[in-house]
């Protein structure tokens, strides 16, 4: 898991933002393969389901023409809102950006790769976005459910709801 979702996750686990209630997640990258950029949405959405911590309510998901652009749009059961922008289009190849805003009942806290000032640490190199993502098998067939259900909320212009 990368760093900056380490720390996320530990502000989270201090209850130093109390409750979240919305996150947003953007990455613009360069990718060289499709399944690429389907562990780029897995590692993302590993993240942010452990940031909401509260199952999934509904998924509305977009793509632009080429499969590279992506706007996922879930809500989860306890209300709280997020938005995922993965950007893996021609123009973002050689480089990346990052960014991450996770609101909580008790503050906010941004991450944003490009800002000298934000978090940083020596292995945010120049080139593309590598996706630190590891999974349980167990864990890899709910977020290769999840994608699945995204890529038909798109194909079929829907909404997508979970449980009952």
Do not use: W
Request: charged share 15%.
């Amino acid at each position: 898991m990368k760093m900056e979702h380490q720390a996320i996750l530990q502000q989270i686990q201090m209850d130093q933002l109390g409750s979240v209630t919305f996150s947003r997640y953007d990455l613009a990258t360069g990718i060289e393969t499709q399944a690429q950029l389907e562990l780029m949405l897995k590692e993302a959405l590993q993240f942010l389901l452990l940031c909401h911590q509260s199952p999934l309510e509904t998924v509305y998901g977009s793509y632009e023409a080429e499969h590279h652009i992506y706007l996922i749009t879930m809500q989860f059961k306890n209300q709280s809102l997020c938005n995922l922008f993965i950007d893996a289009s021609d123009a973002n190849q050689q480089n990346y950006q990052k960014q991450i805003e996770i609101v909580g009942t008790k503050g906010l806290y941004q991450y944003n790769s490009a800002d000298r000032r934000g978090f940083s640490s020596n292995f945010i190199l120049p080139g593309n976005y590598q996706v630190d993502y590891q999974e349980a098998s167990l864990e890899n067939i709910g977020l290769s459910n999840l994608v699945f259900q995204i890529k038909e909320s798109i194909k079929n212009n829907e909404t997508i709801t979970f449980g009952g």
